[in-house]
């Protein structure tokens, strides 16, 4: 009989090999043709998650029934990493790369797809004590990020409201922060991406790639470290406006939470799963 980790194990060693391999290919981005045959083999690789996330439900009520209903990190973690790989399975054809908008215009499949997932992911963070949040792996933190990343570019790209669900992600990251500096510096990418929500692209501090789907986290990882450490403790509260960005982390910098010893983590999360 699965255990909740060997379960885990069994999606990122086997199944999200499909969503590595797909992330690998190249098409032609001025091709209409190649595009419709990029969504049909995406579908296809979502498809093959979609089945396997069946799959996990039930295997995930049997181990959770022989538990005794108590909490299991391990399912928490496994349920966020599907979610991780949808959002890498589509986001870089959600939104057309810069220049492609007019000729292409979004795929609202891959958008609906990727904003499921990210709701998805803080559904299951909203049912979790802060204590067991703060002490899971610290593979969940990507999870958080890339969903909160999502929500935003979506928001400002299409000129929509950013989803109060991103308020869960932002105190998640703090949570998570008080034990990791990897979600620490997220987190403040995450609220200066928030504060800076009405601003054009190229107007925000951060460095651009953030804001282009086209580059996965692992991507854009190093522009994000160079950017967070070289900005003051204070820089990134000013002019906060958005629920998520709350008084009690104006009153305490996210930089002086939990252990300030603790060496940055770079996330050992495998690369298929490419976001």
């Known amino acids: 009989m699965a255990s909740a980790y060997s379960l885990y194990v069994m999606l990122v060693t086997k199944e999200l090999w499909h969503v590595h391999w797909f992330l690998q290919q190249s098409f032609d981005t001025q091709s209409a043709t190649e595009r419709v045959r990029w969504q049909n083999e995406c579908k296809s690789v979502d498809e093959q998650l979609i089945a396997w996330r069946t799959k996990f439900a039930t295997a995930s009520m049997r181990v959770n029934a022989e538990n005794g209903g108590s909490y299991d990190p391990n399912i928490i973690l496994t349920h966020c990493t599907l979610d991780l790989a949808v959002i890498s399975l589509y986001q870089q054809l959600a939104l057309p790369p810069s220049g492609l908008e007019e000729a292409q215009g979004p795929w609202y499949h891959a958008i ?5 997932a990210c709701d998805d992911i803080t559904n299951i963070l909203r049912g979790m004590h802060d204590t067991n949040l703060e002490n899971i792996s610290p593979l969940i933190i990507s999870c958080i990020f890339v969903a909160s990343r999502f929500f935003l570019v979506h928001a400002k790209m299409l000129n929509v409201e950013i989803p109060r669900n991103l308020d869960l992600l932002v105190y998640s990251l703090k949570t998570c922060g008080l034990r990791w500096s990897l979600a620490r510096r997220l987190e403040k990418v995450i609220r200066t991406a928030t504060a800076d929500h009405k601003l054009p692209s190229s107007m925000s501090s951060l460095p651009v790639q953030f804001y282009d789907l086209q580059y996965s986290c692992l991507d854009i990882d190093e522009a994000l470290r160079v950017w967070a450490e070289g900005l003051e403790p204070w820089m990134h509260l000013a002019g906060l406006e958005h629920p998520a960005l ?7 910098p ?4 939990g252990n300030t010893n603790d060496s940055t983590f770079l996330p050992i999360t495998p690369q298929i799963l490419h976001t």
Do not use: F, G, T
Not at 112 to 116: A, G, W, Y
């Open 254 to 257: 996210n930089v002086n939470l």
């Open 246 to 252: 709350d008084q009690a982390s104006i009153l305490l």
């Open 112 to 116: 609906q797809r990727c904003l499921d």
